[in-house]
């Protein structure tokens, strides 16, 4: 696909063992809006990008092979790639200082403790659109680590599904109608 205009950057781990855990919630936003779509994918060095057109904008979706901490990475080359600047890209993260489900859009901030967040802000500055999706509390006594490379529990497990379709939504809204008007329809 020519002239892609937008960039939906997943945070998130490669490998089966880190399917279905928290810290793979950008990966989960991206399958769920690709498995909807007809696309062409692009095999990176940094990861797998799948593009096809939401609302007649053409978006790369990014998926990369990195592992969260280097994310940055990534995100790099495929702004050079397509020739796209840091405001052009969306990043999906989970957060785990929200509740489960709680989707939060925001223009620019800090990385709040998260590698991958670190990682881009270290990278590309911190001049892109985050979308973070609460996957918390933090329960007492649990390492960050443990928890967000931990699955979801059976009580949770619905209300993630449809905070997925939900965020999901939410980035297709983003790319046609921008960050001002996601947030104020979307922000909970």
């Known amino acids: 696909m020519n002239n892609i205009s ?43 990008v799948s593009e096809f057109s939401l609302g007649g904008i053409p978006t790369a979706f990014l998926k990369p092979n990195t592992f969260v ?32 489900g709680t989707i939060r859009y925001r223009g620019k901030g800090s990385a709040g403790g998260h590698n991958g967040l670190k990682s881009l802000i270290e990278t590309i500055g911190s001049d892109f659109a985050r979308l973070r999706f609460g996957v918390g509390p933090l329960p007492d006594g649990v390492s960050v680590v443990d928890y967000v490379l931990g699955l979801f529990t059976n009580d949770e497990k619905p209300l993630y599904a449809e905070s997925i379709q939900r965020a999901a939504e939410s980035v297709e809204f983003f790319v046609n109608n921008g960050l001002a008007s996601t947030m104020n329809r979307f922000n909970s």
């Open 69 to 100: 901490n280097l994310s940055g990475l990534a995100a790099e080359k495929v702004l050079g790639f397509y020739n796209l600047s840091v405001q052009d890209m969306l990043v999906v993260v989970d957060d785990f200082h929200l509740p489960l």
């Open 6 to 48: 937008r960039i939906v950057l997943g945070i998130g781990n490669i490998g089966s063992k880190y399917d279905g855990t928290r810290h793979n919630i950008g990966f989960d936003v991206i399958d769920e809006l690709v498995q909807k779509s007809s696309h062409s994918i692009r095999n990176f060095k940094y990861g797998i």
